[in-house]
């Protein structure tokens, strides 16, 4: 049985398959870090706001990508999860909507 598939968060540790998570890659051999894609040395994440959070205060990323990782890659992960968030809230609107007319 081999684990190899599975992957780690920074933050909170929990370990799933590698599509639950964001990924941070340091493109090798350029060293500029970017999502989802590329070779090198990644960094996985649960999408949520507190693991996000931890990463960010406790400077997960750059120590698990051995880089420094700044906040414009964060704010692209917040810009990621609010408009995750917005399209379940969305959801939910038309939900409740589709209830007060029943
Ligand atoms: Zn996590």
Same mark, same amino acid.
């Given at each position: 049985m081999s684990q190899k598939n599975d $992957? %780690?968060?920074?933050?909170? +540790? /929990? #370990? +799933? @398959? &590698?599509?639950?998570?964001? $990924?941070i890659v340091r493109v090798h051999p350029s060293h500029q870090l970017q999502l989802d894609n590329g070779m090198g040395r990644s960094a996985y994440l649960c999408p949520s706001a /507190?693991?996000?959070? #931890? @990463?960010? &205060? &406790?400077? %997960?990323?750059? $120590? @698990?990508? $051995? =880089? =420094?990782? +700044? *906040? *414009?890659l964060y704010q692209s992960l917040w810009r990621r999860l609010s408009l995750a968030n917005r399209s379940e809230a969305t959801v939910n609107h038309l939900h409740g909507t589709t209830n007060i007319m029943m």
């Open positions: $992957r %780690r968060c920074v933050s909170c +540790g /929990e #370990i +799933g @398959a &590698k599509s639950s998570f964001w $990924r /507190e693991c996000l959070k #931890i @990463a960010q &205060k &406790k400077n %997960r990323l750059s $120590r @698990a990508l $051995r =880089t =420094t990782v +700044g *906040d *414009d």
